[in-house]
């Protein structure tokens, strides 16, 4: 593919799509009064439905799992498709062709935009990393405690611990330079009606990472079946060394009982 596509046809794209329509296709949606649709959401398991369309703005958004934004991102998450794949298959089925940037400029731009998002993944990790030993992670670390991770595991694996709050990420990435932009096309946030926001939050998470090792996701441990995550087909061996700075000891301080009992007995919020 020659290289980006234009902003003005991403538009075009969005708004000649109805977001009713494409949502339709996967899930049943009914009137939630005030203009909006709601219906049960393909995202995670749920008997109410928390999933909601608003068509006027052409947007929706999750109670459940609290995440939300435009037809691309849905397309994007329903169907695994990159950004530019979702634009790609909207334009083909709503009739607008799409231009590119010139190639070479627009190459170069490409992979300065993937090396900030590898960037703001590996400052993800870091920081995730680093919350997995604070006293708010100690459900998290039980709960890998009894499944025979230790700390030294966790490094090695890069394990981490997304803090409860909406902008503990978000303001930390911002405050190295990352916009709110680069951290919601890189699946770290989530965009909000004020804005960007965490878009992991009190979970315990893997990295996802490519071939070279780099970082360039994360998945919630708690929607993780139980035996995956990286190499764990073996219990791994007992901890050779205990390194870092900080203050937590080799091993993990004792919490309370995990969460995960919890997540498949909820109910979604009623709306
Ligand atoms: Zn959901």
């Known amino acids: 593919m020659a290289g980006r596509i234009k902003d003005e046809d991403i538009a075009l794209v969005r708004e ?10 996967y899930l049943q949606l009914r009137s939630a009064g005030g203009g909006s649709l709601k219906g049960l959401c393909p995202f995670h ?17 999750c109670f459940g799992c609290n995440e939300g934004g435009d037809v691309i991102s849905f397309v994007q998450r329903i169907d695994s498709l990159s950004f530019t794949e979702a634009v790609e298959s909207l334009a083909r089925q709503s009739g607008v062709t799409l231009r590119y940037e010139e190639g070479g400029r627009s190459t170069r731009r490409d992979e300065g935009k993937r090396q900030r998002l590898l960037d703001a993944h590996r400052a993800a990790a870091e920081f995730y990393a680093e919350h997995l030993l604070s006293p708010e992670a ?20 890069g394990l ?17 330079g990352f916009t ?14 004020r804005g960007a926001y965490d878009r992991f939050r009190n979970r315990l998470l ?34 050779s060394s205990t390194r870092g700075g900080c203050s937590t000891d080799s091993t993990w301080p004792s919490g309370t ?4 009992a919890r997540r498949s007995s909820s109910r979604a919020t009623p709306t």
């Open 206 to 239: 893997w990295p996802v990472r490519e071939v070279t090792g780099e970082v360039v996701g994360f998945a919630p441990a708690s929607s993780t079946p139980r035996r995956t995550g990286p190499s764990t087909s073996t219990r791994p061996r007992a901890p």
């Open 160 to 176: 981490g611990f997304a803090p409860a709050g909406w902008e503990n990420l978000t303001a930390h990435l911002r405050r190295r």
């Open 45 to 61: 398991d749920e008997k109410s439905p928390s999933f909601n369309v608003t068509p006027a703005k052409n947007l929706w958004y």
């Open 16 to 25: 000649r799509t109805p977001i009713a329509d494409v949502v339709g296709e």
């Open 257 to 260: 009982s995990p969460t995960r």
């Open 138 to 157: 100690a459900t998290a670390r039980r709960f890998l405690t009894e499944r025979g991770f230790n700390r030294t595991h966790a490094e090695r694996f």
């Open 180 to 193: 709110d932009q680069e951290l919601i096309s890189g699946g770290l946030a989530s965009q909000g009606r």
